[in-house]
Nanobody, 129 residues
């Protein structure tokens, strides 16, 4: 079992920056690829960013490329999502997730929520115009 707890959400205005954190505990969190997903009202949950176990590989949704950065500090068992130049369309509940699958340069599975075994409770991000 891996337990995930997100923090850092809140209110912001368009153009602001926020940093989300996801603290993991339990079975060796560094053995898991990590992802950030988000779900807006009346929309499906979608991948925002993913990172491999070592942090060597990262992937981003087209909508956040150049604005968001995912990173991890395995010594602290924490994954971060630095969000910059926020837009109202970024408003959603953001979830951290962990997958035991190997994330490499040729991976494509990371987009699918079903590939992640463990999820946090989510943190709300609201961006006003």
């Amino acid at each position: 079992q891996v337990q995930l707890v997100e923090s850092g959400g809140g209110l912001g205005q368009a153009g602001d920056s926020l940093r989300l954190s996801c603290e993991a505990s339990g079975r060796t969190p560094s053995n898991y690829a990590m992802g950030w997903f988000r779900q807006a009202p009346r929309k499906e949950r979608e991948l925002v960013a993913a990172i491999s176990r070592s942090g060597d590989y990262t992937y981003y949704a087209d909508s956040v490329k150049g604005r968001f950065t995912i990173s991890r500090d395995n010594a602290k068992n924490t994954v971060y999502l630095q969000m910059s130049v926020l837009k109202p369309d970024d408003t959603a509940v953001y979830y951290c997730a962990a997958s035991p699958l190997l994330l490499t340069s040729s991976s494509s599975w990371y987009r699918f929520a079903s590939r992640y075994n463990y999820w946090g409770q989510g943190t709300q991000v609201t961006v006003s115009s």
